[in-house]
């Protein structure tokens, strides 16, 4: 499989996981289970909705910043390391 | 529009929200602050109560940090191991700072104080980036003026980094994506410091991070937003773990804004591939000059004594207001930088703002 058919490929998975968590996400929000985790708190449960808010910011950041690099990938895009090249200048 | 059960009587419109998010990504993306400085009184302004604003925006932060940092990654523009020691180093900084703040919150003049602090660190530092970046482009002209070749990277862009580099006091280290060579206290000693004011002032540190590794340390400017972002994930996480716990955040915001950077921020990050360091220093100096003018204009609401709500509004119309101009200087950049990178025609000014030899 080509670099390129393997990005793509990868794409389509993250694209799939970044829906199904942005699905379960809606579906949270609209069933009012956003509410019943967020009254966790007072429950003396805050361990939890932290937990759920944390994981949920960063599952979604490492996974939308992945997506990104493949797309970019996919397009053809070439990162050139600052460390390398004049890329760093001042 | 969409309404939030924990919040009630709150409605906002979403695609308010996704532009919201889109915009600051593009400037975190660019010039490395967190953003928390914009998203807080931006959520404020489109409905959101104060305390869900500042805890949402910080959940934010710590998303887009992560979108950001790993694009930085790719980029080359992250030095893992002066990151880790900055964060180590301003943790402590950034827990004195909170001590320190609710000192002065319990002589009842904390508003002043903070936002005192925060206009003379600011105005002095921006300043010094306007002066700075407006010398060296003026430099840069000459030599695209007199067909000399621009220069590749240099250690030590002041005088006082290069005094601060060659004082040898062990362990000394090298950090190899920053092309320094440092004693380890002197990192500790500006990250220490740079938390105290992060800490005092309630925001992240970016505004002051970025221009101390600039000039302090002597990195260069894109390393040093690349580190910053990295660094703000765990300063962001400190923050917004303290606001989960406190009932302050609005998750599914968040979310949304989350998902609404990714994009943004990519941009922001790409853009510094097609611009010079004096760019990104010019387009975050003109940033730092709004907020002073906007804080100030917020001083002013609290210590006149007569009723100067009109204040309080300005400040907020300064700081979007300054927030749109940047973004639109950025798209400005990362445009011609392409058009000169395709061998297009650009203007002579401009040239030195987005020659690179990579």
């Known amino acids: 499989m080509s670099k390129r058919k393997k990005a793509l490929f990868q794409l389509i998975v993250l694209s799939i996981i970044i ?72 | 529009m969409i309404s939030f059960p924990i919040i009630p009587g709150v409605e906002i419109s979403l695609l308010l929200l996704i532009f919201l998010g889109f ?103 921006g300043t010094y980036m306007l002066c700075e970046a407006l010398k060296r482009k003026a430099e840069l002209d000459r030599m695209v003026k007199g067909d000399e070749k621009l220069p590749p990277p240099a250690a030590g862009l002041t005088s006082l980094s290069q005094k601060l580099q060659s004082l040898n006091i062990p362990p000394m280290i090298h950090l190899t994506r920053a092309k320094i060579t440092i004693s380890l206290w002197l990192i500790i000693i500006i990250g220490f410091f740079t938390g105290v004011l992060a800490g005092l002032m309630g925001v992240g540190g970016g505004f002051i991070m970025v221009p101390s590794m600039v000039y302090l340390l002597g990195i260069t400017s894109f390393v040093a937003v690349g580190t910053d972002m990295f660094q703000i994930i765990f300063s962001g996480c400190y923050g917004a773990l303290r606001h989960a716990m406190s009932g302050n955040v609005e998750i599914f915001t968040a979310f949304v804004m989350v998902l609404a950077s990714g994009v943004g921020v990519q941009l922001g990050a790409l853009a510094t591939k097609y611009a010079r360091g004096v ?80």
């Open chain 1, 19 to 90: 829906g199904l968590i942005s699905w379960h996400t809606v579906y949270w929000h609209i069933s009012n289970m956003h509410t019943t985790i967020f009254e966790y708190i007072e429950a003396g449960k805050g361990y939890l909705t932290v937990l759920y808010y944390i994981g949920l910011i960063i599952v979604t950041g490492i996974l939308l910043g992945i997506l990104m690099g493949k797309i970019l990938e996919v397009l053809g895009y070439q990162e050139k390391k600052a460390g390398n090249t004049a890329g760093g200048e001042k």
């Open chain 2, 23 to 125: 915009a600051v990504g593009v400037i975190k993306g660019f010039v490395g602050v967190g953003g928390g400085f914009l998203v807080t009184p931006a959520l404020i302004i489109i409905g959101l109560p104060a305390n869900f604003a500042a805890g949402t925006s910080l959940m934010w932060v710590v998303g887009s940090s992560i979108i950001g940092s790993l694009r930085h990654r790719e980029l080359g523009n992250i030095d893992l191991k002066l990151g880790v020691i900055i964060i180590v180093s301003a943790m402590g900084g950034i827990e004195l700072g909170v001590r320190l703040l609710n000192m002065v919150r319990d002589m009842g003049v904390a508003e002043e104080v903070v936002l005192t602090v925060s206009i003379v660190i600011l105005l002095s530092v």
């Open chain 2, 279 to 358: 760019s990104m220093r010019f387009v975050l100096g003109i940033a730092i000059m709004f907020a002073v003018i906007g804080s100030i204009l917020k001083l002013l609401f609290f210590i006149l004594p007569v009723d100067t709500a009109w204040l309080s509004t300005s400040s907020l119309v300064i700081t979007f207001g300054g927030a749109a101009l940047v973004l639109v200087l950025i798209l400005w950049l990362f445009t011609i930088g392409v058009s000169y990178r395709r061998g297009h025609h650009v203007p002579d000014w401009a040239v030195s703002l987005v020659a690179r030899e990579d």
